[in-house]
C-alpha cells in the first residue's frame, strides 16, 4: 500500500479528519490526486533543516486552528435591528461595528446582552439611538473585546422597542410644526398687529349695536319648566361583571427567568407565550 491509497482508506472512514500529504515527487498529477482524496495540503519535503522547521511551525499553527460551527454568507439590505435580534437571541458575545461615511460607532453585545454603545462624542442610550436612526450604512460583526464602561443596563427588547420608537417620532410629518419659518417673534409680532388693527365695522352694523346691546342687557325671565323638578338623576353604577379581574401574575426578565409569580397554572407556558409575541411583535415591524 502507498501514500496515495493509504491517504484514500484514512479518508473514507475518518472524513472529519485534516490531514497534509508531505512528499518528494511534487508533480502536478500527484497533487491533484492527493488533493482529490481528502488531503487538505499538499507540501514538498524540504531539503533543508530550516525547511523543516518552517513546516512545523506552519502545521503547528493549522493544529491549533479549531473549525468554527455554523454558516456563513452574505446578508444584503439587513437592518442593524435584525443584526442584534440575531446576536440576543443566539445569546452572543460581539462587537458590532456602524460605520457611514459621516459618523462610525460600535454596540457592544455580551451574552445577548447589549451593555454599551458608543458614536462619536456619545455613549450609552444616546449613541444606541443615534446608530438605530442611521438610514443605511455597513456593518461588521467583531469578537468580543470588554467596553470601557458599562452604560445600557436594560434588556435588550427594551431598548430596541425604544429606539425605534424615537426613529418613528423623528420622521413623523405629524409631529413637525407646518410652519417651520415662523419664529416665536414673528408670531408675536404678527399677533400684535391684529389686534391693534382691527377691522372696520360696518355703518348698518354701528346701527344696529345699540339695540343689540340694550336687549341682551336686559334680564331674562323666560325658564325652562321643571327644570328644578324632580330628584337629581345619578350615573349608573358600574357593572361588576365588566370589571378587570386578576386571575394569575407573572413576571419574568428578558431570558426566561421567573422573578415573581402569583397562582399560574403552567408558568413554562405562560413564558413561551410572551417570548412568541415579542418576537411577533418585532416581525410586524419590519
Known amino acids: ?74 446578508l444584503r439590505r439587513v437592518g442593524l435591528q435584525d443584526v442584534l435580534q ?20 460600535s ?3 455580551k451574552d445577548g446582552q447589549i451593555i454599551h454603545a458608543q458614536a462619536g462624542d456619545l455613549t450609552g442610550e444616546a449613541a444606541f439611538d ?4 442611521l438610514g443605511g450604512g455597513q456593518f461588521h460583526l467583531k469578537p468580543f473585546a470588554e467596553p470601557p464602561a458599562r452604560t ?9 422597542m425604544e429606539a425605534a420608537r424615537k426613529r418613528d417620532e423623528a420622521g413623523d410629518p405629524l409631529k413637525i410644526s407646518p410652519f417651520p419659518s415662523v419664529t416665536p417673534a414673528a408670531a408675536e409680532s404678527s399677533a400684535g398687529t391684529l389686534v391693534s388693527q382691527p377691522s372696520p ?31 337629581a338623576v345619578r350615573s349608573p353604577e358600574p357593572d361588576e361583571a365588566l370589571r378587570p379581574k386578576i386571575e394569575e401574575v407573572l413576571i419574568c426578565s428578558a431570558q426566561g427567568d421567573v422573578l415573581y409569580e402569583w397562582q399560574c397554572a403552567d408558568v413554562n407556558a405562560r413564558i413561551r407565550f410572551l417570548q412568541f409575541l415579542s418576537q411577533k411583535s418585532w416581525q410586524l415591524r419590519q
Open 201 to 231: 365695522v360696518p355703518a348698518q352694523a354701528e346701527a344696529a349695536l345699540p339695540a343689540a346691546c340694550s336687549e341682551a342687557s336686559e334680564p331674562v325671565s323666560e325658564t325652562v319648566p321643571g327644570l328644578d323638578e324632580g330628584p
Open 1 to 74: 500500500m502507498d501514500g496515495l491509497q493509504f491517504l484514500a482508506l484514512l479518508h473514507r472512514k475518518y472524513p472529519q479528519i485534516l490531514k497534509v500529504a508531505l512528499t518528494g515527487d511534487a508533480t502536478e498529477p500527484y497533487r491533484a490526486a492527493c488533493l482529490s482524496n481528502g488531503a487538505e495540503l499538499f507540501l514538498e519535503k524540504p531539503a533543508t533543516r530550516e525547511g523543516w522547521l518552517s513546516i512545523y511551525s506552519a502545521l503547528n499553527e493549522l493544529v491549533r486552528l479549531q473549525p468554527e460551527e455554523g454558516f456563513r454568507g452574505v
Open 152 to 160: 445600557l443596563f436594560g434588556s435588550w427588547e427594551f431598548l430596541l
Open 130 to 133: 443615534f446608530l438605530m436612526s
Open 86 to 105: 440575531m446576536e440576543c437571541l443566539a445569546r452572543s458575545s460581539s462587537v458590532l461595528e456602524v460605520s457611514t461615511a459621516q459618523s462610525h460607532g
Open 107 to 109: 454596540i457592544f453585545v
